[in-house]
């Protein structure tokens, strides 16, 4: 086994479930999707990542899928396989990512046509929309118009310090991308006090600006207004940033989609302590932010884990 290999195992079952990508005999592997009842089943030749992976099929299927979904997964993780793949360099990362972004969308747009077909099923014969007796259709401003009146109300994680390093997670509701860069400023530049914690430490938010790195990502989906049957009902909003940490912005992205969190921004900060932490730290980074979310709320049914704390107050 390659040291590449080895790194990518354990960044992987660092960033996601221990057992996502596992050996299961001679050059034979098995790979969990994340949030998908799909194991694949691998082949990694001895001077991989000089030669490609091969995908031989499926592991094993959830009971509870539709017929034909395991091979459709298949066929697009040996699709996206052939153009992610470049001599030399790892990939099973950037399939696990692909790969759930893409089966995601599929998913949010099966969402989205059930959900016009219910509208449409619930539209009378004049074409106008069906309100139950004495409960017309109430107009609500847009969350974000609101936000823009509130500051940021911010829940905190606890603290992990490992060799030195220190890392903390930030949380807050966000629903609208003109907002993301105020709201990081005022989290990063102390210049907000509305934050809910039961942790009393040295390094609260007020010092963010002195950590080496400030890692975000965010998510959002506003209802679209004017929506018709054959128009999706959200607009998605996302991004991330890893603000030095290499690919870091990416992973907790991919946590926010994993746990199904919408309408939120989530920040890493990380004070780095002078000793190389290798895949450690991104298992650190899903930690604290992982805590944060299902703290404030933002777990969704996907989130697998409950604790954190709160109160009110306020290798690199």
């Given at each position: 086994m390659s040291e590449d290999l080895v790194n990518e195992i354990e960044a992987i079952n660092a960033i996601y479930d221990e057992?996502?990508?596992q050996k299961i005999d001679t050059g034979l592997y098995t790979l969990s999707i994340p949030s998908q009842p799909v194991t694949l089943r691998l082949s990694l030749p001895t001077d991989y990542p000089i030669s490609p992976p091969s995908i031989l099929g499926?592991?094993?299927v959830g009971d509870e899928v539709k017929k034909g979904y395991g091979?459709?997964?298949l066929d697009q993780a040996r699709e996206l396989l052939n153009s992610i793949?470049?001599?030399?360099?790892v990939c099973l990362y950037s399939l696990i990512q692909e790969l759930g972004a893409t089966l995601e969308k599929e998913d949010e747009a099966a969402e989205a046509a059930e959900a016009a077909r219910q509208e449409e099923a619930a539209t009378?014969?004049?074409?106008?929309?069906?309100h139950p007796p004495n409960h017309p259709a109430e107009e609500t401003p847009p969350p974000y118009e609101q936000a823009l009146l509130l500051p940021p109300n911010w829940t905190i994680s606890n603290p992990i310090i490992s060799r030195n390093s220190l890392f903390i997670a930030h949380a807050t509701p966000l629903h609208h991308p003109s907002l993301y860069a105020p709201t990081l400023t005022s989290l990063v530049s102390g210049n907000n006090d509305n934050s809910t914690t039961a942790i009393t430490t040295p390094f609260s938010h007020k010092k963010l600006s002195t950590a080496t790195h400030n890692i975000t990502a965010y998510r959002i989906r506003i209802p679209n207004a004017n929506a018709t049957t054959s128009s999706a009902p959200f607009t998605v909003f996302q991004d991330h940033d890893d603000d030095g940490e290499k690919a870091a912005g990416g992973r907790l992205l991919h946590l926010l989609q994993v746990m199904d969190a919408w309408n939120v921004l989530v920040v890493?900060?990380?004070?780095?302590g002078g000793t190389l932490l290798g895949p450690e730290r991104f298992r650190i980074i899903g930690e604290?932010?992982?805590?944060?979310?299902v703290e404030g709320g933002w777990g969704g049914?996907?989130?697998?884990k409950k604790g954190g704390r709160k109160g009110k107050g306020g290798k690199k």
């Open positions: 057992h996502t990508l499926t592991e094993s091979n459709h997964v793949w470049q001599i030399g360099e009378d014969e004049k074409g106008e929309p069906h890493v900060s990380r004070w780095y604290v932010a992982r805590e944060v979310l049914e996907k989130a697998g």
